[in-house]
């Protein structure tokens, strides 16, 4: 309601402009009066009128959907409207087309010293008339463009902005997602436990398991509200977020990971795979229960593929909600980072779940 108020505020004060800046403007309403203002005026209303059509129907409806011919279509019946309506709702701006004469008498006899008749430039003539209405149509078409442009462009501008903040605040929602389930505390109260234990047997994977968390936790921190990171650097805190998630697990999981391709130039999203990982260490892993996680990321070109399987054998899972809390969002960041540059498959029959992916990196 707020903002509805502010839009109108907003929009009496546009409509004042071409009140004041008017030369017949003398302090009172009569200005409305004059022809030529009125047309004006009825075009700057017409002007606004399209601004928020533009920006609120048109842009969302079709240019970010890609339907651009129903775009131009609207668009041009609009600036035919802007154009025409105008100079027909003004009386004095209507084109007046002098009709043809019903009878046409004939030339008068004149004798051979009388002065021969008038040449007939600046009478009325059908070539006349007809290039008087050309102008006409032509003033008005010309009139029109500037102020249509300026909307059209102004609206697209805004409207870029406003997609560009949305797409951030849904990055920034996902990132923080991230951020709780991936370092929730009993995340790292596991890791910490296991690298202790590993410490109490001296073992010789502990100092590698506390490299690796303080791996993890530094690309989340300072990768993580970038836009776009290196392909490279997103697979290496994958194998460290595995290998940690590998550290509380036992011969009873059989656990496999493929690599295929390179990674060469190529950049990611940041933390837009991960989350499928988690699901299938959390959901995949029962210490009481044999099951099997996959995980397979082939580079192609510009493209990755990337595909997790596991058993479902965990379904005593206090944080469920969590879980397809943070699924959906990393859903709605893939819609977002990757329109319609990306397929998504998800296969879970009861007893086992598969997320196929496919993404264009270009």
Do not use: W
């Not at 959907?65 to 100079?87: D, G, H, S, W």
């Not at 234990?197 to 968390?213: E, F, T, Y």
């Amino acid at each position: 309601m707020k903002k509805i108020g502010q839009h109108i505020i907003l929009i009496l004060l546009l409509l004042t402009i071409p009140v004041v800046s008017s030369p017949d403007f003398d302090g009172t309403l009569s200005v409305f009066k004059v022809s030529p203002f009125q047309r004006e005026f009825i075009r700057f209303v017409l002007v606004v009128i399209f601004f928020y059509l533009n920006l609120n129907l048109f842009l969302p409806k079709f240019y970010s959907k890609k339907k651009y011919t129903a775009l131009i279509i609207c668009l041009l019946f609009c600036f035919c409207i802007m154009a025409f309506v105008p100079n027909y709702l003004t009386a004095e701006n209507r084109i007046s087309v002098q009709p043809f004469p019903i009878e046409m008498k004939p030339p008068p006899v004149h004798s051979p010293g009388d002065m021969p008749p008038p040449p007939m430039e600046g009478r009325f003539s059908p070539e006349n008339s007809q290039h008087r209405n050309n102008v006409y149509y032509g003033q008005m078409i010309f009139s029109s463009l500037l102020p249509f442009l300026f909307s059209f462009l102004s609206s697209l501008f805004i409207f870029k902005n406003i997609e560009k903040k949305e797409l951030e605040r849904s990055k920034a929602k996902a990132e923080l997602l991230s951020l709780k389930y991936q370092l929730q505390p009993h995340f790292l109260f596991n890791i910490l436990n296991s690298i202790y234990s590993l410490a109490l047997l001296k073992s010789d994977d502990a100092p590698n398991g506390i490299l690796k968390l303080s791996n993890v936790m530094r690309y989340v921190v300072q990768e993580s509200n970038k836009d776009l990171v290196k392909l490279s650097k997103e697979m290496e805190y994958i194998k460290d977020y595995i290998a940690l998630q590998l550290l509380r697990t036992d011969s009873s999981l059989d656990f496999s990971y493929t690599e295929i391709g390179e990674t060469k130039n190529l950049q990611i999203a940041p933390l837009i795979l991960v989350n499928f990982i988690e699901n299938a260490f959390k959901y995949g892993f029962n210490a009481e229960e044999t099951s099997r996680i996959s995980v397979k990321i082939i580079i192609q070109e510009e493209a990755i593929h990337f595909n997790v399987f596991n058993n479902i054998v965990n379904r005593n899972i206090t944080d469920e909600d969590s879980l397809k809390i943070g699924l959906k969002n990393t859903l709605e960041y893939l819609q977002q980072a990757y329109p319609g540059k990306h397929t998504l498959d998800i296969t879970n029959n009861g007893s086992s779940f598969e997320v196929d992916l496919k993404i264009n990196l270009t």
